[in-house]
């Protein structure tokens, strides 16, 4: 099992390579909301590398990172 399904499967977050997250710090740290894209991960963190940054650097999954919510019908197939 590659540690980006082992990420999904333990933190049950959707995180793929290739996805645009947001880092949103805590309220009163001195940094901003920024987006990103996952890059992979190494062991229990995700490699994002963020909007202007040259590096991708690792995350927590469940810390203060939002993933894109899916569309309400991504799932709905040919339903009438």
Do not use: F
Not at 14 to 34: H, I, L, N, Q, T
Request: with cysteine; charged share 25%.
């Amino acid at each position: 099992m590659s540690s980006m399904q082992w990420i999904r499967d333990y933190y049950g977050v959707p995180a793929k390579r290739g996805m645009v997250v947001k880092y949103s710090p805590c309220e009163g740290s001195k940094d901003r909301s920024r987006t990103g894209v996952i890059t992979g991960a190494r062991g229990p963190h995700l490699l994002i590398r963020m909007d202007g940054d040259m590096r991708s650097s690792a995350y927590h999954p469940t810390w203060q990172i939002e993933y894109p919510t899916p569309h309400p019908n991504a799932d709905a197939g040919e339903r009438e």
